[in-house]
């Protein structure tokens, strides 16, 4: 199983969310983050906001889906038909167990409960 | 060393941090965010529409809400991994969907910023 970590424009995020969900990817966790990336944040005038308002939506998947989610997330994200800079970047790590708190089912990282 | 990563309900978070500091961990990082499960209808909303209530009934079938959650990320040596998850399942499982998940996942390396250690060492 592999996490994806995605970092979205705020008002992207519920596009994002609509299109896990036709995906069929309901199991979403989002959290508001601040940050900058590769252009230094934005320069208006004098002023440089470095501190840039981001959405990051946090989601747990099979190996075999991580194309496709990636895809699918890149495609609802991206702001316009190019895309601009600031619609954000999309982070994969892998999982070695995953616990359901209700049932305390463990599955390991092949997807296989344990 | 592996990170584990709790999403658990919002109520318990006072009773998780007890039991954490009763089992030996005394660092980790809380955080509010929203999710959703794969869960597709709300225990709430079904006993309500059973009852009979109108609003509970015109709620049902609603998809992709998302519910405010808690967060918790304690990174632990290989060793106590098993006792963390433990004890995380026993104070936060209510037995009803939306108890939370629990993920494990490796870290390369940690670091005290006040002494430069690294490895284990460094999150004794």
Known sequence: ?114 | MKEVIAVVRMNMMNRTKQALTDAGIDGYFAHEVQGRGVGLANPHVLEGAASGYEEAVALLGERGKLYPKRMITVVVPDKDVKAVVKTLIEVNQTGKPGDGKIFVMPVGDAVRVRTAETGEKSII
């Not at chain 1, 954000?88 to 070695?96: N, T, Y």
Request: charged share 25%; net charge neutral; with cysteine.
């Open chain 1, 1 to 114: 199983m592999i996490m994806v970590r995605a970092i979205v424009r705020p008002e992207k995020a519920d596009d994002v969310l609509a299109a896990l969900m036709d995906a069929g990817f309901p199991a979403v966790t989002k959290f508001s983050v601040a940050g900058r990336g590769k252009q230094r944040g934005i320069k208006i005038g004098e002023v440089t906001y470095d501190e840039i308002p981001k959405t990051m939506l946090l989601s747990v998947v099979k190996n075999a889906d991580r194309d496709f989610v990636v895809e699918t997330i890149m495609t609802a994200a991206r702001s316009g038909k190019k895309g601009a800079f600031g619609d954000g970047k999309i982070f994969v790590s892998p999982v070695d167990e995953i616990y359901t708190v209700s049932s305390g089912v463990c599955e390991t990282a092949t997807g296989e409960e344990a």
